[in-house]
T-cell receptor, first 110, second 116 residues
Framework: AQSVAQPEDQVNVAEGNPLTVKCTYS??????LFWYVQYPNRGLQFLLK??????LVKGSYGFEAEFNKSQTSFHLKKPSALVSDSALYFC????????FGKGTRLHILP | DAGITQSPRHKVTETGTPVTLRCHQT?????MYWYRQDPGHGLRLIHY???????DKGEVSDGYSVSRSKTEDFLLTLESATSSQTSVYFC???????????????FGPGTRLLVL
């Protein structure tokens, strides 16, 4: 059965530092992987996705994610964090249907 | 929010009463979804629709029913609301539910439901 895990409930990063939000997955076939962001009192917004091709995927707001098949991971990254990046981030995987992780709350400290 | 509206945005109701939430889209997308979001659980799929009058269950469908009589509207009904159904409910749409690469989901603003 497919699954997705976000091992950290919360990540704190100082503004200007690089950030990483972790995601690991398990699927029986080729994975389709997604990252979404949720700002307070809003619905989820699509950031980026991996379907096939280059392992480094670039998305909205300067975010990127690296697909690592051997480690079954799809970590979200950004070279320099902004306070406005503070939000709840969800990883999702699609095999026969989309499953979302439980979310990681990202705090960027000024 | 990608041409998706949800109504009502907030609702307080009592245990045992029926509740209907509405999702309306202007994108003419085929697929529509209802999720609930709860702390510690992330998003969980309740029901989804792959066309007019075509629906299927998600992982937490007990106590919920859905209907889709038009492409643009997807209704979620709690037949007899319980306190465990207190949650934030999100509707989502996608152009495809398959593996075509078009399955990116776009979410509505959510409905906060409190069942007393």
């Amino acid at each position: 059965a497919q699954s997705v895990a976000q091992p950290e409930d919360q990540v704190n990063v100082a503004e200007g530092n690089p950030l990483t939000v972790k995601c690991t997955y398990s699927v029986s076939g080729n994975p389709y992987l997604f990252w979404y962001v949720q700002y307070p009192n809003r619905g989820l917004q699509f950031l980026l996705k991996y379907i096939t091709g280059d392992n480094l995927v670039k998305g909205s707001y300067g975010f990127e994610a690296e697909f690592n098949k051997s480690q079954t991971s799809f970590h979200l990254k950004k070279p320099s964090a902004l306070v406005s990046d503070s939000a709840l981030y969800f990883c999702a995987v699609r095999d026969d249907k989309i499953i979302f992780g439980k979310g990681t709350r990202l705090h960027i400290l000024p | 929010d990608a041409g998706i509206t949800q109504s009502p945005r907030h609702k307080v109701t009592e245990t045992g009463t029926p509740v209907t939430l509405r999702c309306h889209q202007t994108e003419n997308h085929r697929y529509m979804y209802w999720y609930r979001q709860d702390p510690g659980h992330g998003l969980r799929l309740i029901h989804y629709s792959y066309g007019v009058k075509d629906t299927d269950k998600g992982e937490v469908s007990d106590g919920y029913s859905v209907s889709r009589s038009k492409t643009e509207d997807f209704l979620l009904t709690l037949e007899s609301a319980t306190s465990s159904q207190t949650s934030v409910y999100f509707c989502a749409i996608s152009a495809s539910g398959g593996t075509s690469g078009k399955e990116t989901q776009y979410f509505g603003p959510g409905t906060r439901l409190l069942v007393l």
